[in-house]
Nanobody, 127 residues
Framework: HLQILPSGGGSAQAGGSLTLSCDYS???????????MAWFRQAPGKEREGVAA???????QYTESVKGRFTISQDNGTSTLYLQMNMLNPEDTAMYYC??????????????????WGQGTQVTVSA
């Protein structure tokens, strides 16, 4: 399983910023010709939604509500995936997860593109 664990969650006030990070195995990009890496979130009582994703490290995808505010990036030298979150608002409050898998032919923002989930990191934004 390509299970990776996020860190960097916490609390922020509306308008503030947080950066999440995940350490992933080099296996992902050294052996897979095409892969998905993404950030998801799940608020209480809501379905897990894709927030930002890489398709094989070059194409990026964002859910509409975070466009212009969140940025996904990766540092292959340190095998780290980041999610920079700016202009946070209370609707961003959720448990955040990172995930990676070989490309299955569906959108990298879809939870169905991933086989396993690790523990998340909580992000809480106060008004």
């Amino acid at each position: 399983h390509l299970q990776i664990l996020p860190s960097g969650g916490g609390s922020a006030q509306a308008g503030g910023s947080l950066t999440l990070s995940c350490d992933y195995s080099e296996y992902i990009y050294s052996r897979l010709s095409r892969y998905c890496m993404a950030w998801f979130r799940q608020a209480p009582g809501k379905e897990r939604e894709g927030v930002a994703a890489f398709d094989s490290g070059d194409r990026t995808q964002y859910t509409e509500s975070v466009k212009g505010r969140f940025t996904i990036s990766q540092d292959n030298g340190t095998s780290t995936l980041y999610l920079q979150m700016n202009m946070l608002n209370p609707e961003d409050t959720a448990m955040y997860y990172c995930a990676a898998n070989r490309f299955l032919g569906i959108s990298c923002l879809s939870p169905m593109a991933y086989k396993s989930w690790g523990q998340g990191t909580q992000v809480t934004v106060s008004a």
